[in-house]
């Protein structure tokens, strides 16, 4: 069967730290992979997109790496600061572009 | 970015009753929505996928009947979850398809079925 599933269900960093999020996906061929940002009760942030063909992607602080063959995408946040205390979603744009998440992984960034 | 809002943010309604969730793309044209619903502590599950001036595509699992999509224009879609049961408070967030590339995500409704 399909599926996605995030490294840990919550991730405990330092403020300074990099906090770097795993995500794993089996029985899909995902034309590209997505990051999302979650904060309580709102809607998710798109954050940063990967293409198939793309080894890593980076935006500020962020960076996202793809690995097809590991079937594998990491998602790392340098110098972290409490702010970025959120939940982050793993999600795969498949055929008809429809969007698939992951679970998430709630991030909590200590001062 | 995009700008999608919704209608309301949240409800209780009594158990029986329907619900109209509304869900607008303020500053852009969306031909394609996507409906998702996320329980605590869950993720974003899809519900359907609407296409403006046809019926909605639902996934597995989610009754047609009781979640009515309508998406009668290319800044509106509804979602009206009929006789509505404790088992339907959830999260319900709507998602406009700007681009392959782009997708934005509306703010959400907070349904409670009491």
């Known amino acids: 069967s399909q599926k996605i599933e995030q490294n840990s269900e919550a991730l405990n960093i330092q403020e300074g730290k990099t906090a770097t999020l795993t995500c794993n996906y089996t029985?899909?061929?995902?034309?590209?992979l997505q990051w999302y940002r979650q904060d309580p009760g709102r809607g998710p942030v798109f954050l940063l997109l990967i293409r198939e063909n793309e080894k890593e992607k980076r935006k500020e602080r962020l960076k996202v790496t793809f690995d097809t063959t590991l079937k594998q995408s990491l998602f790392h946040i340098t110098a972290s600061q409490p702010a970025d205390s959120a939940t982050y979603l793993c999600?795969?744009?498949?055929?008809?572009?429809?969007?698939?998440f992951g679970a998430g992984t709630r991030l909590f960034v200590k001062a | 970015g995009a700008v999608v809002s919704q209608h309301p943010s949240w409800v209780i309604c009594k158990s029986g009753t329907s619900v109209k969730i509304e869900c607008r793309s303020l500053?852009?044209?969306?031909?394609?929505m996507f409906w998702y619903r996320q329980f605590p502590k869950q993720s974003l599950m899809l519900m359907a996928t609407?296409?403006?001036?046809?019926?909605?595509?639902?996934e597995q699992g989610v009754e047609k009947d009781k979640f009515l999509i309508n998406h009668a224009s290319l800044t509106l879609s509804t979602l009206t979850v009929t006789s509505a049961h404790p088992e339907d408070s959830s999260f319900y967030i709507c998602s406009p398809l700007l681009s392959e590339d782009e997708q934005y995500f509306g703010p959400g409704t907070r349904l409670t079925v009491t």
């Open positions: 029985n899909y061929s995902p034309a590209y």
């Open positions: 999600a795969l744009r498949t055929g008809g572009f429809k969007t698939i």
């Open positions: 609407s296409n403006e001036g046809s019926k909605a595509t639902y």
């Open positions: 500053d852009f044209q969306a031909t394609t």
